[in-house]
């Protein structure tokens, strides 16, 4: 049974920082790229990262570029995001999920397990 775990998520002001984990268990992760999304309140699901199996070329977001990193540890089946220079519109449910590819994509459709996601709020 795959599952994904994400935690760090919580309450930072604007300007801040946090770093999201997602342990993962039951799946070979070395061979899954990893993403992170997001969704806001009344808002459609959308792309944030992606990092593929190798942990080599990492994907972003335009919204995200320069300011969130993604990496991975494959010894210990564990992605993470870390986020920096928050902003209130970056106030969302942030999922990770896994595609079994390995590519790394920031189409919703490719990725086949997903998080129960970790909330996220930036005040201003």
């Known amino acids: 049974q795959v599952q994904l775990v994400e935690s760090g998520g919580g309450l930072v002001q604007a300007g801040g920082s946090l770093r999201l984990s997602c342990a993962a268990s039951?799946?070979?992760?070395?061979?899954?790229?990893m993403g992170w999304f997001r969704q806001a309140p009344g808002k459609e699901r959308e792309f944030v990262a992606a990092?593929?199996?190798?942990?080599?070329?990492?994907y972003y977001a335009k919204s995200v570029t320069g300011r969130f990193t993604i990496s991975r540890d494959n010894a210990k089946n564990t992605v993470y995001l870390q986020m920096n220079s928050l902003k209130p519109e970056d106030t969302a449910v942030y999922y990770c999920?896994?595609?079994?590819?390995?590519?790394?994509?920031?189409?919703?459709?490719?990725?086949?397990?997903w998080g129960q996601g970790t909330q996220v709020t930036v005040s201003s």
């Open positions: 999920a896994a595609d079994w590819s390995g590519r790394g994509t920031s189409s919703r459709s490719e990725y086949e397990y």
């Open positions: 039951g799946l070979t992760f070395s061979r899954h790229a």
């Open positions: 990092v593929p199996w190798s942990g080599g070329s990492t």
